[in-house]
């Protein structure tokens, strides 16, 4: 079994950005007993974005995330802020294959998600970004790394957690792109104007084409339990 661990790193916006909109109507009254036309104004602003968001259901419902009993410890990241991951799965991959020399582990959380938070209100856009670790063997310390491992994304989607007036975001990974250990590759994207509010990033819910871990058989010296970690980055630059 291999065990994959996250660690969740989040941009810092480079400003803190409020929406504020002033709506107006107006006319000169009418002589008379006419119609009459009074002046209506409003100011909009963001919500708090001094607490944290809390996980939510990975179904797009908006409910509360009843949890992962393969990942139970995770509570989410506690980040506040106006752009934020607020929850990065830990993966745990189990070996099903070995053919042509290639390992092929699948991860087994099927309800496995990053949640990413844009809380501007800007539109200005932004990007998911994963970065997978090398492997390191946790008997003699072995590192596989380059073209000794990668990890294949499977299907993954973008969902609104709950209502939205938003465009969706969008995957920039195709179900057989590999990315090898140890580069950072773009997962997701907001165009700008779309990605405002709350969405769920799903992977290894589609059971025919799973998140895997591929590993070269040659670089593995003995049976014994590899770890890595995932690094989710989130960054407000669409370059």
């Known amino acids: 079994m291999t065990r994959w661990t996250s660690v969740v790193v989040a941009s810092l916006a480079l400003a803190t950005f409020t929406m504020s909109a002033t709506a ?13 036309t009074t002046t209506a104004k409003v100011t909009l602003v963001g919500g708090d974005t001094s607490k944290p968001v809390s996980p939510k259901d990975p179904d797009g419902s908006g409910g509360e995330f009843p949890g992962d009993n393969l990942d139970p410890d995770n509570k989410g990241t506690g980040s ?24 092929t582990a699948t991860a087994t959380n099927n309800r496995a998600f990053v ?83 709350t969405w769920i990033y799903r992977l290894n819910y589609d059971t025919t084409a799973p998140t895997k871990l591929l590993v070269n058989g040659s670089h593995v010296s003995e049976t014994q339990t590899y770890t890595g970690e995932l690094t989710w980055t989130l960054t407000d630059s669409l370059h």
């Open 24 to 36: 107006t109507a107006q006319a000169n009254a009418k002589s008379g007993g006419g119609d009459q």
């Open 80 to 103: 506040t802020g106006d752009l934020t991951i607020d929850y990065a799965s830990n993966l745990v991959f189990d070996e099903n294959s070995y053919a042509d020399g290639l390992i």
């Open 115 to 197: 949640q990413v938070s844009d809380r501007r209100y800007t539109g200005d856009g932004w990007q998911l970004m994963l970065t997978p670790s090398v492997l390191t063997g946790q008997s003699d310390n072995q590192k596989i790394y380059g073209d000794g491992a990668s990890i294949e994304m499977g299907v993954t989607r973008f969902l609104a957690s709950g209502a939205t007036v938003s465009q969706y975001p969008h995957v920039t990974t195709a179900s057989t792109t590999r990315l090898p250990l140890g580069e950072m590759a773009k997962v997701g994207q907001a165009d700008r104007g779309t990605g405002v509010g």
